[in-house]
């Protein structure tokens, strides 16, 4: 299939150990795959190189995590604004995804805040924006599964 991308056992093991740390030495990533730490080096930088891994971020502490409120928010924009929406909700620096869906709406955006009052302030924030007729907000309550 075009636009697919090949990977190995061996790969796909590496990146789940990246995910429990992406700032796991060479070495140690190495001994956990059974394979030389020139073999891990490679297969690093081909997976960089091939787009992949893209790069590597910040995985935040259950304490902090846990402290913040979260919620999905539903949205229903206007036609041909997407890009623009998009754009504008890029800017919101509580929304730490947005997601095109299917169905009733057309995008849902995962957004954090360290209180109910701000969380409130940016769900209007983004209520706001130019583009979004509607939106419904759930909060998070609790995280059954995380991976």
């Known amino acids: 299939m075009p636009g697919m991308i090949d990977l190995t056992v061996k790969d796909r093991e590496l990146l789940a150990l990246l ?7 060479v070495a140690t990533l ?3 795959l059974g394979v030389s730490r020139t073999t891990a080096q490679a297969r ?3 997976l960089e190189r091939i787009g992949v891994i893209a790069g590597y971020g910040v995985r935040l502490s259950e304490a902090y995590a846990s402290s913040l409120v979260r919620a999905h928010i539903l949205v229903t924009i206007a036609p041909k604004s997407l890009s ?3 754009a504008a909700m890029g800017k919101v620096q509580a929304v730490t995804e947005l997601h095109s869906i299917s169905g009733a709406f057309d995008l849902i955006a995962i957004i954090a805040a360290p ?6 302030q940016r769900i209007d924030e983004i209520g706001a924006i130019e583009g979004v007729e509607r939106t419904q907000s759930s909060i998070i309550l609790s995280t059954r599964i995380a991976r």
């Open 84 to 86: 623009e929406v998009t």
């Open 115 to 120: 209180s109910i009052a701000e969380l409130d």
């Open 19 to 25: 995910g429990e740390n992406a700032r796991m030495p």
């Open 44 to 46: 690093l930088e081909r």
């Open 30 to 32: 190495a001994k956990r």
